[in-house]
């Protein structure tokens, strides 16, 4: 990943909080599940009905047109407005993810079906290990409770994620140079996955997914470095042993599998010590602020007990 660069996101473009609420407050009361519908029209967000989470930042949200402008996903791009610009013809219906492996049930599940389960909104920070911070208000549900479905065996120890893999519309796999390899794949300990905290996102804002933020299913992990929520996901398979991840496999030195958010251990080219929180000011500014220790969750410190954390970053 290359280095931090400014976001080109002047505050004027912005969409302020109060907006998004009455239209929220509008979106719902319109019918949730069956407007869905509507999301068989390929790039259109439909509203998407939630029930409050546990889970609420004490903090000002950033706006919803920075959340869907300002992205990572090199299968649409590498620059910051790819997502944005070039995933207008994905296709996010239909949509089915495998769930395989070592489970006593494994099934593929349908989209429409993930979107009936107990469905919440939580508004979580997210760190990018590039230095840039969001604090988001999604809507999804635990991933313990797609788990529980198809029944872990005793032998599983961690989960692992796949990307959806199509060229023909996601201009970023195409042609000669290839960013990465793909699909792009990700993976958690088993404990991780299961902590109460690590969801599956199908919705931001009141809304499912736009394309460029991982419509129709994405991974959030928030005491977590932004790479491993991995986005479109098609596959989730219980393993055994640790699973490739993508940012290891393309520079393992610079990005470890557990990345855990941590001021205290800086990337080999940057310090990770500070955050520019997107849409507050410039990056000198003093909105520039302090990292927290697992991005403020310290909740999950217990799942790393006796491990060294600077060693496994
Ligand atoms: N499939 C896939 N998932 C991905 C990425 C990607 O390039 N491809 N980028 C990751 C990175 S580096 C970050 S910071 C987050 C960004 O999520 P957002 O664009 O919704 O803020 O998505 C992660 N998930
Ligand atoms: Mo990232």
């Known amino acids: 990943m290359p280095a931090y660069r400014p976001p080109h996101i002047p505050s004027t473009d912005i969409t302020p909080r109060d907006i998004y609420l009455s239209r929220r407050n509008f979106l719902g009361t319109a019918a949730g599940f069956a407007a869905l519908g509507l999301a068989g029209q390929d790039a259109m967000a439909a509203p998407l009905s939630a029930a409050p989470g546990a889970y609420k930042l004490d903090e000002k949200l950033t706006p919803l047109d920075a959340v869907t402008s ?47 389960y107990q469905l919440e909104e939580r508004t979580y920070r997210m760190r990018c290990v590039e230095g840039w911070s969001m604090a988001i208000p999604w809507i999804g549900f635990p991933l313990s409770a797609l788990l529980d479905k198809v029944e872990p065996l005793g032998s599983a120890k961690f989960v692992s994620f796949e990307t959806v893999v199509r060229p023909e519309e ?6 000669l140079f290839q960013p990465l390899d793909w699909p792009y794949v990700e993976g ?3 404990d ?7 969801i599956l996102a199908v919705g931001l804002y009141g809304e499912t997914l736009p394309n460029q933020n991982g419509a129709p299913i994405r991974l959030v992990v928030p005491w977590k ?18 699973p490739e991840t ?18 205290n251990v800086d990337h080999p080219r940057w310090s990770q010590a500070h955050e520019q929180r997107i849409g507050e000011g410039g990056v000198f500014s003093t909105q520039n602020r302090p990292t927290l220790m697992f991005n403020g ?10 491990m060294d954390l600077k060693a496994n970053y």
């Open 70 to 116: 300002y992205n990572n996903f090199y299968e649409f791009g590498t620059g910051k407005t790819d997502p944005k610009e070039n995933a207008g013809d994905f296709k996010p219906t239909p949509w089915t993810v495998k769930v395989d492996g070592l489970v006593g049930k494994p099934q593929e599940f349908n989209i429409e079906d993930l979107l009936k």
């Open 170 to 175: 996601m201009p970023g796999q195409r042609g």
């Open 188 to 190: 958690l300990r088993l």
């Open 192 to 198: 991780e996955a299961r902590h109460p905290l690590t």
């Open 225 to 242: 470095y932004g790479f491993k929520g991995i986005k479109s996901i098609v596959r989730i398979s219980l393993v055994e042993k640790q």
């Open 246 to 263: 993508t940012w290891k496999n393309s520079n393992a030195r610079e990005y470890g599998f557990f990345s855990n958010v941590n001021p």
């Open 297 to 306: 969750y310290e909740e999950v410190a217990s799942l790393y007990t006796g």
